[in-house]
């Protein structure tokens, strides 16, 4: 079976990263960490903003040795330690320079369940949040600054979910960024309902 083509380049260097984060949805994220292939249909993201988002790690242009990858080009992973515990997957979109993201919230498995159960230390395989997700995929810290177009992590094309159950809200944990925090960010569907 021939396997979808993976998103080009084009796809991450777009401007507008809230779109980019609603059309994430329905992708499939692969990750072949230790030479086997895992992956699960993208069913929640978040968008942030860069420099004009009080949500972002780079807000007002905040450049640290943490959020520096967030400044590369587009189709760049983003991956960073989140109370000292998750790491949390990220996928850098615009330009170089620019420091729009677009945070993975979940995935449906759809390929390497039982090496994702492992990954999991053996509880159920739970892949709905972002720290879980990483479990599964094999997916680190170590990874911060992986090509998306390369082939130990990346995502490949696929159909997007009808509209009508793709639900459009606020992010999650963000309450610190104010107003901000109410911007409907964060778009999700349940996997379950596709056709």
Aim: aromatic share 8%; with cysteine.
């Amino acid at each position: 079976m021939k396997r979808p083509k993976k998103l080009p380049r084009s796809f991450y260097l777009r401007d507008d990263v809230v779109t980019v984060a609603r059309e994430l949805l329905g992708k499939t994220l692969v990750s072949t960490i230790g030479g086997t292939r895992t992956a699960g249909v993208i069913t929640e993201t978040e968008a942030y903003a860069g420099p004009i988002d009080r949500a972002s790690h780079a807000y007002g242009g905040r450049r640290t040795a943490r959020n520096e990858v967030m400044y590369a080009r587009g189709g760049t992973a983003y991956i960073y330690l989140c109370y000292g515990i998750h790491h949390l997957f990220n996928v850098v979109t615009n330009d170089h320079g620019t420091p729009h993201a677009v945070l993975i919230r979940a995935i449906h498995p759809t390929e390497g369940r039982e090496l994702m159960h492992q990954r999991r230390g053996g509880t159920r395989l739970t892949t709905g949040g972002p720290g879980t997700l990483t479990q599964a995929l094999g997916i680190r810290t170590t990874h911060n600054g992986t090509d998306l177009l390369g082939d130990t992590i990346y995502i490949e094309d696929g159909p997007a979910p009808p509209a009508d159950i793709v639900i459009a809200g606020p992010r999650i944990g963000v309450d610190y960024a104010g107003e901000d925090a109410l911007l409907p960010y964060r778009f999700h569907f349940d996997a379950r309902r596709l056709p």
